[in-house]
């Protein structure tokens, strides 16, 4: 099954598309990569205009993609289930010293 989704974040509009051999697989691609958090639990903003997306690398080449809060900094990261699934944490401030 393939499918197209759209979302728009920040001014900028992301096309993915997804495909895969699971219907399943696809529906929940498209519902948690078109569907980012957009509500900051942080500072309450619900602007979709406030926030961005961000993605950075650490020493060991994880990859991480983020929402990015513009108004207060905080970032609802994308994570992923071992089992491949995909899901959006809550908004949190990265505090230096704090994991």
């Known amino acids: ?6 979302m728009k974040l920040g001014g900028v509009q ?3 598309d997804i495909e895969e ?10 519902a948690v990569l078109g ?3 957009t509500v900051c639990n942080e500072c309450g ?3 979709p205009d406030n926030f961005q ?7 060991e080449a994880n990859v991480y993609v983020n929402v ?4 207060c900094g905080a970032d609802a990261k994308l994570g992923q289930y071992k089992s491949q699934g995909f899901f959006w944490h809550d ?3 990265w505090v230096r010293g704090e994991g």
């Open 1 to 6: 099954m393939k499918c197209k989704v759209t």
């Open 14 to 16: 992301y096309v993915f």
């Open 21 to 30: 051999d699971k219907e399943i697989e696809v529906l929940h691609k498209v």
């Open 35 to 37: 569907n980012p958090p």
């Open 45 to 47: 903003v619900e602007d």
């Open 53 to 59: 997306l961000k993605s950075n690398k650490d020493k």
């Open 68 to 71: 990015h809060c513009k108004n």
């Open 91 to 93: 908004f949190k401030k």
